[in-house]
């Protein structure tokens, strides 16, 4: 039978090893059960999650202030309580009709502060801006904006970061009327009602085009049994969905 001295060489070459044994095998545990960041940030929203057949209707606003006595005008005709995705800099300048806005019963939310490409942004910056837009739009509305359309419709992983450090979920859409490059009221109207659905959320800014269309398509949107209704009411938390069940 053979037997095995330990040196004191040899004792201490083997704890060093199990150290190191043991660190490695505790970052490898904590980097493979870790969730990443990109598994925390939550999606963009494209659509409603109610299954009602309603639809919500956002318009991006930060220009186009004379046409939205109009639009307002044809949202309370056919019963239309729709989202108004503001900047901040407009809201200062336009205090009273964004108060109009509120007082009839539609949803303000946040647009950023300025009109500006918020992908270029890193994710404190964004938050800046759209903690600004919040604070300006309450001191107004006396309300709290917790929904973010970020202007152009741009996203990134670091808007994402910017967007949710404050709670808000980033709202994109499922239907476009791209009314931006003034189409006929026609083909808004068309563009809408081809691919409209439960849950959509229809993008629209004030535009005169717009404007025109609005009658009929709302008229139509009312015919085929769609309620027009503010963001939260079609986008709801698992939370919210439980309680309400």
Known sequence: MKVYFLTRKRLLVGMLFLAVLSSFLIISFGYFHKPSQASRLKEPVYQGNSGQKAVAITVNVDWGEEFLPDMLKNFKQYQARVTFFVTGSWAEKNPELLKT???????????????????GLAPDQAAQQIKKAEDVIFNITGKRSQFFASPYGEQNRQILQGVQSLNYDLIMWSVDTIDWQRPSPETIIKRVMNKVHNDAIILMHPTEPTSKALPELLKQLQDQGYKMVPIEEIVITPGEKAANQ
């Open 101 to 119: 806005m509120a007082q009839e019963g539609h949803s303000i939310q946040n647009h950023g502060y300025k009109h500006v490409h918020f992908a």
